[in-house]
């Protein structure tokens, strides 16, 4: 089971937690991750908060932020449109995807809500509390997924758009735009695969336009780039950077960013849990540039920014980065009235016969030898098959599950496995008697 520290930080409650990817722990989904390094040094997130399995996002916007992407510290409640916190006196409409920056001592959220509202509100902290929000004039052209972007020259952009992304000069206050520079049709669903979720850096020379790319199956499951070399293209579309297709059965959409942190640079994004659509969780990437620019697809792992994860400790079973079938990342226990709750815990659930979950990657060292799940067994019997570096090989080891279970009834199995040395992914087999046999919460392997 997790741990959650709590600190009290001002009148905001922050959490500290060791996680590698989803960077989100149980009972706390960010997804359409935007990163930002501020001048502390520290890397920001800045994303929308998915509250429920019914419907997208939230009243309020919440901060990750980390000085080694691999420790997290989560701070609520930093501008919200509803409740306790209300920034916005006159809606109440959910809030989509942000955006920030810095200037003049000021941090700026940028943000837009379900009703098609975009605007700013300020702060003196990158965490907020963001207030005095104004609304954005955009010459009726709103619609959704703010960025920002400020050029070598000092001047500053405002992105935004669906199907076709839209761009514009940002006046010195960073409230208002200047709507006789406003550009059509940037970037289209057309010729650069553009859904939503567009996002601007510049490196060596070259503008990189990052959003949500719908080239494969119809859909945005990918972080996809085009490039330019003015930020007012034209573009021409690069690639895609990372895909997120198969982190959940109910999977359909992606967005996220790319940052340079510590000389080294990331690819932030979100994959599905719970099998729907709109519970979603941030990830991280490394990535490379090749000389001529352009960018190295990346796989989806379950380090993240970290080392591979060690095998002779916990893995939680929500770690997996790649699943096949009904399997999908569910809430084992969840408190929606205090997310912090320290008791929030996730699961392997809703197993069905050959399904399987991968996870990228594990060092197991010198060897390992046997192996201990934690699983609650279904009312009928049944089997998981441990494999490295791909699904169809021989098992190096099965742990039979017993039947006569509830499915909610955790107990510790383990068995022995053929010796598994140095740095493997590894693929988890199940077989299930009946539709929903058995869950899992974690394993760990011993020497």
């Known amino acids: 089971m997790k741990k959650l520290k709590i600190i009290l930080l001002l009148f905001f409650a922050c959490t500290l937690t060791f996680s590698q990817n989803p960077i989100c722990p149980p009972g706390l989904n960010i997804a359409d991750p935007t990163a930002r390094v501020w001048k502390d040094g520290k890397l920001y997130v800045y994303g929308s908060r998915d509250e429920s399995l019914d ?58 809500q379900s009703g098609g509202q975009e605007g700013v509100a300020t702060s003196n902290s990158p965490t907020g509390p963001f207030t005095n929000p104004k609304e954005i004039y955009l010459k009726n052209k709103n619609q959704i997924d703010p960025a920002v972007f400020i ?9 935004w758009g669906q199907f076709q992304a839209k761009i514009a000069k940002l006046k010195p206050n960073m409230t208002e735009i200047d709507t006789t520079t406003i550009v059509d049709n940037l970037i289209t669903e057309k010729e650069h695969f553009f859904h939503e979720g567009g996002y601007m850096v510049k490196r060596n020379g070259i503008y990189y336009f990052i959003y949500a790319d719908m080239s494969r199956k119809g859909m945005p499951t990918c972080i996809g780039y085009a490039t330019s070399r003015s930020p007012l293209g034209p573009f021409k579309y690069g690639g895609v950077i990372v895909d997120n297709d198969g982190c959940d059965p109910a999977n359909w959409n992606n967005h996220g960013s790319i940052v340079e942190f510590k000389g080294k640079w990331y690819v932030f994004y979100h994959r599905t849990t719970n099998g729907v659509i709109n519970s979603r969780k941030a990830c991280i990437e490394p990535i490379n540039f090749n000389q001529d620019g352009s960018i190295n697809e990346v796989e989806m792992t379950s380090q993240g920014a970290g080392k591979p994860l060690d095998a002779f400790s916990k893995i939680e079973a929500e770690r997996t980065c790649l699943m096949f079938g009904n399997i999908r990342i569910e809430y084992l226990s969840f408190d929606e009235t205090n997310l912090l709750n320290p008791s929030n815990n996730d699961q392997l659930g809703k197993i069905k016969n050959k399904d399987w979950a991968a996870y990228k990657y594990i060092d197991f060292g010198a060897g390992a030898k046997t192996v201990t799940v934690c699983v609650a067994p279904g009312a009928k019997p049944g089997k998981i098959q441990f494999k490295l570096d791909n699904v169809w090989g021989a098992p190096i080891g099965t742990l ?48």
């Open 400 to 447: 039979d599950v017993p039947g006569g279970g509830d499915g909610k009834t955790f107990k510790t199995l383990s068995t022995n496995i053929s010796l598994a040395k140095g740095v493997h992914s590894l693929y988890i087999d199940f077989t299930a008697h009946e539709n929903e046999s058995f869950n899992v919460d974690w394993f760990e392997f011993k020497k």
């Open 55 to 112: 419907y997208y996002c939230s009243y309020d916007h919440w901060v990750l932020s980390s000085s080694d992407l691999i420790n997290w510290e989560y701070t609520p409640n930093v501008f919200a449109s509803k409740g306790k916190y209300d920034q916005i006196p006159w809606n109440d409409q959910a809030l989509y995807a942000p955006d920030a920056m810095y200037r003049n001592g000021k941090y700026y959220l940028y943000y837009c």
């Open 151 to 159: 050029d070598d020259d000092g001047q500053a952009y405002y992105l």
